[in-house]
Each structure stands twice: as structure tokens, then as C-alpha cells.
């Protein structure tokens, strides 16, 4: 009696080893997408498609019906777990998703690396910004709940937003996906959550690199990173040295998590799974924890011009003190006033459900503020307008002369 299984999975084989997707199966055998994926999961070919299968493998009809091929097994990298051309098929569907508008964007996938040509009129004396980023735990979470989409945006959102702070402009991105299998659906989703992420940003996905790494990682685990590459006129680098006592400390409101803290999230559901349960602001505790963090470059596009903005940082890991002090020079002080930062709820229930101290939440969490913006005092009400149509944008400290490049006032508000 003939097995469908068996042979539906030794037909799912050897399309593989002969690096065709079940579109490029279908349209060579002259025959629907459809009738490809029935016989995978079962359904016995016509005998006229037997011949045609066996053609297209280099099999025998016996070997097909069998459900394996007759000579001795020989070890392959396939059999190890890397199937070099179903990757190499999978990677040109995706060719598509880099498509980009950017006439300095000189090749596409093929190529051993992406060309790029460097050409700014409007820019003076530029200045190359490089940049690498992960989005740390929080791909876990969302390879686990379903957002493996989303956590792309988290992943370019977070390296743009590095990049703009220092008033770069975004040029290009190259992608990394590391996995234990390459799974197409899954991988379809990632390179097309991270292109999309590029546009919105107004860059490009030029490129990278898809590994199957099967003795490294397990099956149905990604590990996602990307680099970048921004430009900007020497004399407009943003990197602290014009800030100046007197100057105003703006916060640019976050909308959640974004992508810091995440290991100690996973902690607290761990300990306490019936946080599961809580809503947020009408959504569900994975909902809000899971929001793609914000992207800042449009609203960051509309003040650079300004003479009064001095710096920026970007909150990420270790919080305001923890990021602001990186663009505060010797002798200055950023006075920072905690009952000014609006909270948002997702913190205060992190805060109340894991019996987290204020110091533990500033040093992990954002807890609200996803940039803070230092400018002179003349100019902090144009900057508010122009960064209020993107999102929450308010005064929250000083610039001073002092010896402690942060410091806190005040205490936090959680009602």
C-alpha cells in the first residue's frame, strides 16, 4: 500500500534539495500552487505527474512511490540541517522587499556586498554615522506571542533613533537573521517588517545576511541585528559640546517599553503569571508590552535646523541619567525634576506588581520618556510645537553648573 505521507514528505525533500520554493515547483510542472502543497501533505500524484516529479528529480517512479531514494545514504549539508538551496530560493522572494527609491543604492541581493554611493551636494564636509543594534529580549517575547513583524520595528526604530540623536540623516541598513531553521513564512515576515521599518524611517534595506545555524540555535529560534549608516555635516554633529548652562531639558514621551527592561519583565511573569490577565489602557498586558518603540526621526527632521537645539539623547538601557549623561560636558549639570515626568501606566503597574523600587525603575525603564532634548531656553517653546504633532513633549529640567552630570529632584508621581 502506497504511504502519502512518505512520499508527500520525500516529494517536500527533494524540491528542497533542488531549491525550489512550491511556486517555482508548481510553475515548472505546469500545474497549481495548490495541487504542490497537497501532495506534500499526503495526496498521491497522477501517474502522469509521477513521471514528471521523477523528471524533475532525477529519480525513478519507484523511488518516488518508495518515499526514498534506493542507493546508499551519503551525508550531505542538507542532512546536517542547512539546506543551502532552499535558502538561496527563499532569499530571492524576498529580493523584492529591498526594492528602494534611493538612486544611491547601486545593487540589489547577489552581489557579495551592497554599493552605496556617496554622494551629498547638500551636505558639507560629511561625516559617516555607523550604528549596531539587537532588540535584545524582547525578540524572545516576540517570537513567542506573535510578533515577530513588529519586533523589526522595534529593531530599526531603536538604531535609527541612535543615529538621529546625533543629527544624522539615515542612509542604509544591513540585516542579520540567525536561525536554527529557515522557516520561509516566518522569514518572509522578518525581512518584511524590517524593510518597511527603513521606509518609515526614509532609509533603505540594502542587503544582509540570512544564517542557518542549526548546531547553534534550536529550530523555531531567530536572533535578529542590523547595522546602519547615516551621514551628517561635520559641523552639525550633535554631540553635547554646545550644551550650555541655562539650557532647558525636554522630554520626548515614549509609548511603552520600547525595547530596555525586557529581562526583568520576563522575571516578573514568571514569578507572577496572573499579571497575564491585567489591561492597559484597553489593551492586554502582552499588547502593551509589546508596542514597537517609537521612531523619533520625523519629529527629530523638524527641530535639527533649529540653532537653539544643543543635544539629544536617546533613553534607551539605564534610563534618563543613564543616557542623558552621555551629551552633558564636564562642569554641567542636567537637573533633572522627577514630579514633571508623566508615567505612563504600563510602568506603574510593573512597578506595583513586582514591588520595584523608583531607583530600579529609572535605572531599567524609561518610564515615559523616550528622548530627552536640550535646548536654549529661547527655542524650547518652537521645539515643543514642533515635536508635540509626534508625540508628548514637555519640560523636564535644567542645565546647571555642577559636578554630577545627572541629577534627580523631586520624586516620581504614580497616580
Request: aromatic share 6%.
Amino acid at each position: 500500500m502506497l504511504d502519502g505521507r512518505k512520499i508527500g514528505a520525500f516529494i517536500a525533500d527533494k524540491r528542497r534539495e533542488t531549491g525550489l520554493t512550491q511556486a517555482e515547483m508548481a510553475e515548472r510542472l505546469s500545474v497549481s500552487y495548490q495541487a504542490v502543497s497537497k501532495w506534500e501533505n499526503g495526496a498521491v500524484p497522477a501517474v502522469e505527474m509521477l513521471l514528471a516529479l521523477s523528471r524533475l528529480f532525477r529519480i525513478t517512479v519507484d523511488e518516488l512511490l518508495a518515499g526514498r531514494e534506493t542507493e546508499a545514504e551519503t551525508l550531505s549539508y542538507r542532512s546536517s540541517g542547512v539546506d543551502v538551496a532552499y535558502t538561496d530560493a527563499l532569499k530571492r522572494e524576498m529580493a523584492g522587499l529591498l526594492r528602494t527609491e534611493d538612486a544611491r543604492v547601486l545593487n540589489g541581493l547577489g552581489p557579495f556586498a551592497s554599493l552605496y554611493e556617496l554622494s551629498f551636494p547638500d551636505i558639507p564636509d560629511p561625516v559617516l554615522v555607523l550604528k549596531a543594534e539587537e532588540p535584545g529580549s524582547k525578540q524572545k517575547l516576540a517570537m513567542e506571542y506573535g510578533y515577530a513583524e513588529s519586533v523589526c520595528h522595534d529593531m530599526i526604530n531603536h538604531l535609527v533613533n541612535d543615529m538621529a540623536v546625533m543629527g544624522a540623516r539615515p542612509l542604509a541598513v544591513l540585516d542579520t537573521i540567525v536561525c536554527g531553521s529557515a522557516e520561509k513564512e516566518t522569514i518572509r515576515a522578518l525581512v518584511r517588517g524590517i524593510a518597511d521599518a527603513c521606509r518609515e524611517n526614509e532609509c533603505s534595506l540594502v542587503g544582509g545576511e540570512t544564517s542557518v545555524q542549526p548546531q547553534v540555535v534550536e529550530k523555531g529560534v531567530y536572533v535578529l541585528t542590523a547595522s546602519a549608516a547615516g551621514i551628517v555635516s561635520k559641523s552639525a554633529v550633535l554631540d553635547g559640546s554646545r550644551v550650555r548652562a541655562g539650557d532647558v531639558v525636554l522630554a520626548a514621551a515614549s509609548n511603552g517599553l520600547h525595547t530596555n527592561g525586557y529581562s526583568l519583565v520576563r522575571l516578573l511573569m514568571e514569578k507572577t503569571p496572573s499579571i497575564l490577565t491585567e489591561r492597559i489602557d484597553g489593551e492586554g498586558f502582552i499588547e502593551a508590552i509589546m508596542r514597537p518603540h517609537l521612531p523619533y526621526y520625523k519629529a527629530i527632521k523638524t527641530i535639527l535646523p533649529l540653532r537653539g537645539l544643543h543635544a539629544m539623547a536617546h533613553v534607551t538601557g539605564g534610563g534618563v541619567a543613564g543616557n542623558l549623561c552621555r551629551v552633558i560636558p564636564a562642569g554641567l549639570s542636567a537637573v533633572i525634576d522627577l514630579s514633571h515626568l508623566r508615567t505612563l501606566p504600563i510602568f506603574r503597574l510593573l512597578r506595583a506588581a513586582g514591588r520595584i523600587r523608583d531607583e530600579e525603575m529609572l535605572a531599567t525603564f524609561n518610564c515615559g520618556v523616550g528622548l530627552c532634548i536640550v535646548v536654549s531656553s529661547e527655542d524650547r517653546n518652537e521645539v515643543i510645537r514642533r515635536v508635540s504633532p509626534f508625540c508628548d513633549c514637555y519640560e523636564l529640567g535644567e542645565i546647571t553648573e555642577g559636578d554630577t552630570k545627572v541629577v534627580f529632584k523631586n520624586e516620581l508621581i504614580w497616580d
